[in-house]
T-cell receptor, first 115, second 118 residues
């Protein structure tokens, strides 16, 4: 098992550019989510999905889009990058429907810089 | 809305000593989970320990244990026999209990940077 994988590890964008952060898991987890980590603010939930075809907003969804066409993949799209989106992005996955009994597995993170 | 507060931005401890990291939270839920995650310099998020709010017994995992005070809404992490590999950022996190994916959302504190000195 590769667990949760994220690509790329690092990315530099210019303001206004678009890009997709990739996240994949091979554990057949229903639940997947995206967090951003900013200095002094911990991790904050951007979007999450409870299964293929189902997504919802988290705490800080503005400027980001997601879709979930397969169980394995949960990409995060920045349509028009802004400097405020400079952050480290983490993808996480777990089984769903067990109310927290299952561990959430995190990917290694993507460090994004928007100039 | 739930909040998680970690009031110690940085802490330092000597190798082999014991250190306690503080965490308080605010919620109106009666059933929930609390977690401590470790983030070493590699940036990987690693689950250290988990506590179910309905359990009165404090969770323990080897050198890591918690002091869970439900009435005070306090959830501290004690690390015994500190090792150099314990140097990391530690995050306290809250999750509402329930069934269905919407309850899998973690709410994190701002973290405590722990340095273990040789």
């Amino acid at each position: 098992n590769a667990g949760v994988t994220q690509t790329p590890k690092f990315q530099v964008l210019k303001t206004g550019q678009s890009m997709t952060l990739q996240c994949a898991q091979d554990m057949n987890h229903e639940y997947m989510s995206w967090y951003r980590q900013d200095p002094g603010m911990g991790l904050r939930l951007i979007h999450y999905s409870v299964g293929a075809g189902i997504t919802d907003q988290g705490e800080v969804p503005n400027g980001y889009n997601v879709s979930r066409s397969t169980t394995e993949d949960f990409p995060l799209r920045l349509l028009s990058a802004a400097p405020s989106q400079t952050s480290v992005y983490f993808c996480a996955s777990s089984y769903s429907g067990t109310g927290g009994l299952d561990t959430q597995y995190f990917g290694p993170g993507t460090r994004l810089t928007v100039l | 809305a739930q909040t998680v507060t970690q009031s110690q931005p940085e802490m330092s401890v000597q190798e082999a000593e014991t250190v306690t990291l503080s965490c308080t939270y605010d919620t109106s839920e009666s059933n929930y989970y609390l977690f401590w995650y470790k983030q070493p310099p590699s940036r990987q998020m690693i689950l250290v320990i988990r506590q179910e709010a309905y359990k009165q017994q404090n969770a323990t995992e080897n050198r890591f244990s918690v002091n869970f005070q439900k009435a005070a809404k306090s959830f501290s992490l004690k690390i015994s026999d500190s090792q150099l590999g314990d140097t990391a950022m530690y995050f306290c996190a809250f999750m509402k209990h329930g069934y269905g994916g919407a309850t899998n959302k973690l709410i994190f504190g701002t973290g405590t940077l722990l340095a273990v000195q040789p």
